[in-house]
């Protein structure tokens, strides 16, 4: 019985692992049987491939063909493996050799007229099969941007089965990989812009400087979302491990520029408050999807009108803002997604949200009510709350020229270098990532520094992780300052940024 080999990969989350595919022709009754726990989309793909087959001037087999999918126990989901299904099915026939199927994986969904498409999660598919020493890989044409980003791997387009029969013939050659497309930096609004909100504007560089939780508290139009839609102009681009990480997550999603697909900028993602837990936090059936906080890696996730959000929503977020990852649990099995970003939440103090706090018709038990859906826990978790006030016409002709983010940016910067260098032996990147332990141990302050955090934490007013936040503040406000430890003015205003009234 004619047997032969190809290979592909299975994505968990963002992990990949690479899967044989065995092709086995048999006699008896014409039928095709797809073992390995494939999904309903995979288990389609005995149909897609026979038609896709036949319509490229190859013969199927006749007989029964029985399809493998190796780790049996691992879960395959997608369209994905159709065009290394039928790279092993023509080798088992013998319509072509299977010399270069060797160490080669194959990813590619098949049209019924022998077209490839592409597919979702190409670059951590082949970042794991580099990572098991495969040598060679074959991705849609439309991916090969995609693919082109993985090194140390010779990667080739293949537009339509036809051919891959004649390259696997050697009467043909394939797309070869492009040269790297630089992107171009998207347009991020400037810090320009806002007039006044001296403190909200501070809050903002600190928190870009350390990798900082932030909450914006005020009435409409006090400019909390353009503050907001700033911060990513703040930030440092991503270094090449984050940017394959980052964009990672989206060739899963399928969100990736064909044009551009590595992602250099930090993303910002700001989802509206009618948002349901799965698409947040990530779900679905079978295995599950990345959330909006997985698209927001090592950028900013902004909830406009958090209030809005609701209990359920806002309190899935609570272990996943300090420990950078998320895991989700499904029929299938369980899957790991990266959600390493920043915080960033705006709330009116009241539901009426009148522009002057005058006029305000809420009661004092409505206002407390509105805010109580922010639960403690979760604001425990923010690092910097501000309150914005409304900009008055004197004062808008009374304010200096606004800084641009350029100004901000290189201030920002420089303080992320003097934490980078600070944090270097550890892996850390930013003061927002170093652990209390740590802080209290190896990069003790003086008593006479920390005398303040001691009395909040003496009266109950700050809890030990509150306090460990503020320590993490005042290192960052040292790297602004360009100190080489934290004082204790900078202790009392990091303890400031978290006392500050918010309702």
């Not at 009510?369 to 922010?374: E, G, H, P």
């Not at 360009?482 to 500050?500: I, Q, Y």
């Amino acid at each position: 019985m004619p047997l032969a080999k190809a290979w592909s990969v299975a994505l968990l989350g963002i992990e990949g692992r690479v899967v044989e595919i065995e092709a086995d022709l048999g006699g008896g009754l014409s039928r095709v049987t797809l073992v390995g726990l494939p999904d309903a989309g995979l288990r389609e793909a005995k149909d897609r491939v026979r038609s896709a087959v036949r319509n490229s001037g190859q013969p199927w087999p006749d007989g029964k063909v029985t399809l493998g999918l190796s780790p049996a126990n691992l879960p395959k989901v997608g369209s994905g493996y159709d065009l290394g299904i039928a790279a092993a099915v023509l080798a088992a026939t013998g319509a072509v050799p299977a010399t270069k199927l060797l160490r080669t994986i194959l990813l590619g969904e098949l049209a019924l007229d022998g077209r490839i498409r592409p597919v979702r999660g190409v670059l951590p598919g082949l970042l794991a099969a580099r990572a098991a020493g495969y040598e060679r890989a074959l991705v849609p044409s439309e991916s090969l941007g995609e693919a082109a980003l993985v090194e140390d791997l010779e990667v080739a387009g293949v537009s339509r089965l036809a051919d891959l029969v004649a390259w696997l013939k050697d009467e043909g050659e394939l797309e070869p990989r492009p040269e790297p497309a630089l992107p171009d930096p998207p347009a991020v609004p400037d810090l320009i812009d806002v007039v006044g909100q001296p403190e909200a504007r501070w809050a903002l560089e600190v928190a870009a400087a350390g990798g900082h939780h932030l909450l914006l508290t005020g009435p409409p139009g006090v400019g909390k979302t353009m503050l907001a839609k700033r911060l990513p102009g703040l930030l440092p681009p991503l270094s090449p491990e984050e940017a394959l990480q980052v964009t990672a997550v989206h060739s899963v999603d399928g969100t990736l520029s064909k044009s551009s697909p590595l992602v250099t900028v930090p993303p910002f993602v700001a989802p509206h408050h009618s948002i349901t837990v799965a698409a947040l936090i990530g779900g679905g059936s079978g295995l599950a999807v990345p959330g909006a906080i997985s698209r927001a890696h090592r950028g900013v996730l902004f909830l406009d009108e958090v209030c809005e959000f609701g209990p359920e929503r806002l309190d899935s977020l609570r272990t996943v803002v300090e420990e950078g990852e998320v895991r989700i649990a499904r029929v299938k099995g369980a899957v790991r997604y990266p959600a390493r970003f920043q915080l960033v939440m705006a709330t009116n103090p009241c539901p009426c949200a009148q522009p002057r706090e005058i006029d305000c018709t809420c009661s004092p038990l409505a206002r407390r009510r509105y805010f109580a859906r922010l639960s403690g826990p979760l604001l425990d978790r923010v690092d910097l709350r501000v309150s914005l006030r409304p900009l008055t016409a004197m004062s808008a002709h009374l304010t200096p020229t606004p800084e641009p983010s350029a100004t901000v940016r290189a201030r920002v910067q420089s303080a992320r270098d003097r934490a980078a260098h600070r944090w270097q032996a550890h892996g850390w990147q930013s003061n927002s990532e170093v652990p209390g332990p740590s802080l209290r141990r190896e990069f003790l302050l003086p008593p006479t520094t920390t005398a303040l955090l001691d009395r909040a934490l003496t009266k109950g007013a700050l809890t030990a992780r509150g306090a460990d936040r503020c320590l993490r503040i005042a290192w960052t406000l040292a790297d602004l300052a360009g100190t080489p430890h934290p004082t204790a003015d900078h202790v009392s205003a990091a303890l400031d940024f978290r006392e500050r009234a918010v309702a």
